[in-house]
């Protein structure tokens, strides 16, 4: 059996690795949730004491934790920082730390995941999923988007785009994440936005049956619509082949048991 550590939410997690043909029932992978970062103390179950391989390959998924911002030490202003060598020194350190026999590290290229997806092949529906998070979240009553809700998510977000289309794209990823985080820099959207966004994406490679509109799209295994090939092929290569999100891929594989 093999083992993926993550960090995030599972349906994302699940999303990507259907993308990447990995069926985790069939390699026998278990996916386990650690919320710290003491990944060393669950991974080292697996690394035999002469040192040698015991064959079960490991990704631990993590961030890197470099914030892409600095504040001021008087005012507490933050100024964007993209910190592109902080981030990468980071992410070689992370990986070689948690690398160890079959036990291999796969750390984010920037700040986090969400961050990296924001930066990614995926920001316009990251960008666009954060909204309908938001609009969850204050409806209260309702655990679902209406056909209005998500017409009025999309209008925010594409005024947003407008308006910082004159930033990098570092910046305006940071501007999106930075929308789910509350004053002290924690969110309670991550689980709702994973959501959001693994079903608008699965929404996107699906085969809609005419007059089935978008408020359906968190129905969609329910009601088995087919997977349009093409475009589920259209939407991977983007995604193996994406600077950002590769390092996910690429912990997918090894724990399939694949070489990268």
Same mark, same amino acid.
């Given at each position: ?5 993550? +960090? ?10 259907? &993308?990447?043909?990995?069926? &985790? ?14 990944? &060393? ?14 064959? %079960? ?6 961030? $890197? ?16 920082? @993209?910190?592109?060598? @902080? ?19 796969? +750390?984010?290229?920037? *700040? +986090?995941? #969400?961050? $990296? ?46 308006? *910082? ?5 570092? @910046? ?18 991550? !689980?709702?936005?994973?959501? $959001?966004? !693994?079903? !608008?994406?699965? *929404? ?8 089935? +509109? ?19 092929? #259209?939407?991977?290569?983007? %995604? ?21």
């Amino acid at each position: 059996m093999k083992i993926a550590f993550h +960090t995030f939410i599972i349906s994302f997690f699940g999303l990507l690795r259907k &993308l990447c043909g990995v069926a &985790l029932e069939k390699y026998g992978i278990s996916i386990v949730n650690v919320g710290s970062t003491a990944f &060393l103390r669950y991974s080292g179950i697996m690394v035999r004491q002469d040192g040698n391989d015991i064959g %079960i390959p490991v990704s631990v998924i993590t961030d $890197c934790d470099v914030k892409p911002y600095d504040v001021d030490s008087s005012t507490e202003e933050k100024t964007f920082n @993209e910190k592109v060598k @902080e981030s990468t020194e980071a992410q070689e350190k992370k990986n070689e730390k948690y690398t160890n026999g079959a036990v291999r590290g796969f +750390t984010s290229p920037r *700040w +986090t995941l #969400e961050y $990296c997806i924001a930066l990614s092949c995926l920001s316009k529906d990251f960008h666009k999923a954060v909204h309908y998070g938001m609009k969850i979240l204050n409806a209260r009553e309702y655990i679902s988007l209406t056909d209005a809700k998500i017409g009025e998510a999309n209008k925010d977000a594409e005024t947003e785009a407008q308006l *910082w289309e004159s930033l990098s794209d570092a @910046e305006r990823a940071y501007r999106i994440y930075d929308l789910m985080l509350n004053g002290d820099g924690k969110s309670s959207l991550k !689980a709702i936005v994973a959501q $959001c966004l !693994a079903s !608008a994406l699965r *929404w996107r490679t699906s085969k809609i049956p005419e007059g089935v +509109t978008q408020e359906k799209m968190f129905d969609l295994d329910l009601y088995g619509f087919k997977t349009d090939e093409a475009k589920k092929a #259209e939407l991977n290569t983007q %995604i193996e082949k994406d600077q950002y999100l590769r390092y996910i891929v690429n912990a997918i594989k090894y724990a399939a048991g694949e070489k990268i």
